[in-house]
């Protein structure tokens, strides 16, 4: 049983990393808003948290450090929340599937703080993972539509179906954005941008060759990351980068501006680095692809537009349930109860993971969220500038900016995923 333990750890949870991009799941029911089925009513299980579970069972009891031991006790306490918001509710098994999903999250966050996890070898896995996925949105982006692989859970789509994720460009072409192997093109942008840090966490450890390998697999990231057109990860990367530069010269050197480099040979997650990924960034952005997923086309200007009526009518729609909120799963219900008159396809999360997560489960399921990642951020912030705590940093802020403007990182198992994935290495990294 220890063996197989180990091979769980050595080898399982990379491998849960490197498949976490595919979507392969079972649906058992599809609820209906307003009389048509849509996502956030889809009641599933996918096969990754299967995948989990068995390597949790494997792996036996979590051994978790005594500096960790206070965001693993704060986890339960917002599972229990979330468990809690479960009754009384209008669509019982959407809530109930909605937390087996942050569960399975947790249950993530968890074993990611087992001490015998190898971090760096469960972020090569989180690394090469997005490969297979970029080239399959370059080719998405290319031919303009993308096949159903139901076994891989690709739904079919066309640059010219509504509903489909698009950039207009000047001269009216409906650009096809990438969607990769992800629901949406916001979260592979999400992922990109992560898995472009954890490039750089990868190879400030490596010299020779895979240095370089590297460093080509970073760029070509940020470019696949253009090709998403996600905004929110754009400027989330934009910001991880801003403020890593900024921790790195004041934590490193309070006097002064000026830092010697702690490893010469080595490539550090310091100046060279950071300015790198800034050209890598700059370059990316002046393609003529990321220029019109900034401007103010249509589609985009009617994106930005619901977004700011989504903040502007929450108060409606959380109308006096402030303190538990309507149940975890629930907010798309909540909205057509406030505005009964909307299409379906209307009926859409609020682009904005804390005031979502007032209007599911409360300020009280809010503060507690808030209390255990401040728990973490605790242990990140005594360990920078170091490495590896920087990277966590970053990492983090990237999810945070993502955090204010987008929903999947609290409505989708991959986002949860995802989050789970960056939270645990900022409590545990600190080299």
Do not use: C
């Not at 960790?68 to 929340?81: C, I, T």
């Not at 310091?270 to 692809?289: E, I, Q, S």
């Not at 989504?310 to 538990?324: C, K, R, T, Y």
Request: glycine fraction near 10%; avoid cysteine.
């Amino acid at each position: 049983m220890q063996k197989l333990g180990d091979i769980a750890r050595l080898w399982g949870l990379p491998l849960f990393l490197f498949l976490l991009p595919w979507q392969t799941r079972y649906i058992f029911d599809v609820f209906t808003i307003v009389g048509e089925p849509f996502e956030y009513g889809t009641v599933s299980v996918y096969a990754l948290e299967f995948f989990l579970l068995a390597l949790v069972l494997l792996n036996g009891k979590f051994q978790i450090s005594a500096a960790a031991q206070k965001p693993a006790r704060y986890l339960l306490f917002v599972l229990a929340v979330v468990v809690v918001s479960m009754f009384g509710v209008r669509e019982s098994q959407v809530a109930a599937n909605v937390a087996m999903h942050v569960a399975f999250a947790g249950l993530l966050f968890l074993f990611l703080l087992d001490e015998r996890i190898h971090l760096r070898r469960v972020g090569a896995g989180f690394v090469l993972g997005l490969i297979a996925p970029l080239a399959l949105g370059a080719w998405q982006v290319f031919a303009g539509s993308s096949p159903a692989v139901t076994w891989l859970g690709l739904a079919a789509r066309d640059a010219g179906a509504l509903g489909d994720s698009v950039i207009e460009l000047a001269d009216g072409t409906r650009q096809f954005r990438a969607y990769g192997s992800f629901s949406h093109p916001n979260i592979f942008g999400g992922f990109l941008a992560v898995g472009a840090l954890a490039t750089t966490w990868l190879g400030s450890k490596q010299n020779g060759w895979k240095q370089y390998a590297l460093f080509a697999l970073l760029g070509t990231f940020l470019i696949g990351l253009t090709l998403t057109g996600s905004r929110s990860a754009l400027l989330g990367l934009g910001f991880a980068l801003l403020a890593g530069f900024f921790a790195k010269k004041k934590l490193a050197n309070p006097a002064g501006w000026r830092v010697e480099p702690a490893n010469p040979r080595g490539w550090r997650i310091g100046r060279k680095t950071l300015a790198a990924v800034g050209v890598f960034l700059v370059l990316a952005l002046g393609t003529r692809y990321a220029v019109q997923g900034f401007a103010a086309g249509e589609f985009e200007s009617r994106s930005v537009e619901e977004r700011v009526e989504q903040v502007q009518e929450f108060l409606s729609v959380v109308d006096g349930e402030w303190l538990f909120g309507h149940g975890i799963g629930q907010y798309t219900y909540a909205i057509e109860a406030a505005f009964p008159e909307r299409e379906w396809w209307e009926y859409q999360p609020v682009h904005n993971v804390p005031l979502l997560v007032v209007g599911e489960i409360g300020l009280v399921g809010l503060i507690a969220l808030v209390l255990w990642i401040a728990t973490i951020d605790r242990i990140n912030f005594s360990r920078l500038p170091k490495e590896d705590a920087l990277f966590a940093f970053m990492a983090g802020n990237t999810l945070l900016v993502v955090a204010l403007f987008d929903h999947y990182l609290w409505t989708n198992w991959q986002g949860l995923a995802l989050a789970a994935f960056v939270l645990a290495l900022r409590a545990r990294l600190k080299e």
